[in-house]
């Protein structure tokens, strides 16, 4: 799991106790009031809704699209949209007074904040309800719903869908390899010689010795940055800090793969194989790098190439295309799969059972294909038009209207999203459908996301800053290879990495005993 929290999503344990004595206090209030949709079935469903908005400003009442959701679920939505910039706050206030919305967006359910009320017994726990719900079960992944268990292996809130598959992985200059007679690598071996040949050996004939082979930095804000991480990952076998080995959870950079992984980059950097300041450089200048022609891999979603990559350089190689960015299926048999969520939503408990059930039908009947259609396509004649068929949208008049607001309730999300855009190329589409296809059959999610360590929500975050300083350290010939094997010795006889260590494992036990 990753552990750290932004600061303004944290509450101390004074406001958790603040939380839970304003739960008591107004619990049995709102619990025995009178709700106008509870009486009939028949009747609309009259629901209180706080969610996040990304957005300038929020559809107003009478928009014609939050019109259409309300027909077709037989709801009325009463919608609080709140900006992403003090959401974190508000959802704390929130939280903390007690009178929480019937459903309420959480961008992260594993705060010490939301565990703690969970535990208090302040939102439903939905487990055994969601089976009668084809949609709830069907069109959120199996991997969403598996990663969002609290620790005592139950569902407290519906996961907002998100792609498993295609996640962030190497993606090639296949017209490098190309020039250069290789193929694209499946072994860390073979990697190694791709990056070689990408930076000695001319991969773009213009006569210069001017590439690398791959664009990377050290980090991502206080995080290993995703091509780093990516190595490791490949080295290792498993998405994450932690693996599952020998019956026990495992704080990854402690096995001996991270050696072997670490000994990898300090050559890649030793040959010049990355960039010499990759330890300072931001992400934006390692995407630099790829568009200006002159890094041939790097680590992203192949969803990205074009709007991130292939627009800018076209303008100075007007040859290249868009299959020309090809994505790997496997190193060392391993690739990357997401977690399937971004954020949940959640039923108080406030909130009586009969009404909680139409919630969860309002959601399950949001995600039909005709009614999740209508915050994706907006209004015909006004947000998009009908030729051939086939919907043209306005995106820009659909984004005035506030069709993409409503994904921050409900979303459906396309298994392909985060491999191709419907603006790709068709042969460009059917080689990323593909790829990802074949992808599937290896990916591994990250398992440790969601698992409880009281030790490691106060302790895990010093302990990775410490591990990423040594590994750049180690990489940059600061530190040598032996040193970092001593730092491994004696930062895992460290009491609070043994205790951690534990409840991860304990934790892990819990969850696949409950499944």
């Not at 101390?12 to 009939?40: D, F, H, R, V």
């Not at 990775?464 to 094997?485: H, N, P, R, S, Y």
Request: with cysteine; glycine share 6%.
């Amino acid at each position: 799991m990753t552990f750290r929290v932004k600061k303004k999503a944290m509450l101390g344990l004074t406001t958790m106790l603040i939380a839970a004595t304003a739960l008591t206090a107004c619990g049995s209030k709102t619990e025995n009031a009178p709700s106008a949709s509870a009486g009939t079935d028949n009747a609309p469903l009259d629901v209180n809704i706080m969610t996040i908005l990304l957005s300038a400003n929020p559809p107003a009442n009478d928009n014609a699209i939050k019109q259409a959701i309300e027909k077709a679920t037989n709801s009325k939505l009463n919608i609080q949209w709140v900006s992403a910039n003090s959401y974190p706050d508000k959802l704390n206030v929130t939280l903390a007074s007690g009178d929480i919305p019937e459903l309420i967006y959480i961008p992260d359910p594993f705060t010490s904040v939301f565990r703690g009320m969970v535990q208090q017994g302040a939102f439903w726990d939905l487990t055994d309800y969601i089976k009668d719900y084809p949609n709830l079960t069907s069109k959120i992944s199996k991997t969403a719903w598996g990663l969002t268990k609290m620790e005592d292996g139950k569902n407290y809130a519906i996961p907002r869908p998100r792609p498993t598959e295609g996640d962030t992985f190497f993606i090639f200059r296949k017209d490098w390899l190309d020039n250069l007679g290789l193929k694209v690598p499946t072994t860390t071996d073979e990697l190694y010689q791709v990056y070689k040949a990408f930076t000695e050996n001319d991969p773009d004939k213009n006569g210069k010795n001017d590439t690398i082979g791959l664009a990377v930095n050290a980090t991502n804000g206080d995080k290993v940055s995703d091509t780093l991480g990516q190595v490791e990952n490949s080295f290792a076998g498993s998405n994450g800090d932690w693996k599952w080995t020998n019956d026990q959870m495992v704080f990854k950079a402690f096995q001996p793969e991270e050696h072997k992984a670490l000994e990898f980059m300090t050559k890649l950097y030793k040959e010049k194989l990355i960039p010499e300041d990759f330890a300072s450089l931001k992400t934006s200048q390692v995407k630099d790098l790829v568009k200006t022609g002159k890094a041939g891999g790097f680590v992203d979603k192949t969803g990205t190439v074009v709007s991130d990559y292939l627009n800018d350089l076209k303008k100075i190689d007007s040859k290249v295309k868009e299959t020309d960015f090809y994505p790997a299926t496997n190193i060392n048999g391993y690739n990357p799969k997401g977690p399937g969520f971004s954020g949940v939503l959640a039923i108080p408990k406030t909130v009586k059972e009969d009404k909680m059930k139409r919630i969860l039908k309002l959601v399950d009947t949001w995600m039909n294909e005709d009614v999740f259609a209508i915050q994706s396509y907006g209004m015909e004649g006004v947000d998009h038009t009908v030729k051939d068929g086939v919907k043209v949208v306005d995106s820009k008049k659909l984004a005035d209207d506030g069709g993409p607001d409503f994904n921050q309730i409900v979303y459906v999300a396309d298994p392909y999203a985060s491999t191709v855009k419907n603006f790709f190329q068709k042969d460009t589409q059917e080689l990323y459908r593909k790829i990802q296809d074949e992808r599937a059959k290896t990916s591994q999610a990250d398992i440790s996301i969601g698992l409880y360590s009281p030790t490691a929500m106060q302790y895990l975050p010093e302990l990775q800053k410490k591990v990423l300083d040594m590994k750049v350290k180690v990489i940059l010939g600061k530190e040598t290879l032996d040193a970092w094997d001593e730092f491994v010795k004696q930062t895992q006889a460290d009491p609070n990495v043994v205790k951690m260590s534990q409840e991860m494992t304990d934790a892990y036990k819990k969850r696949i005993a409950a499944k």
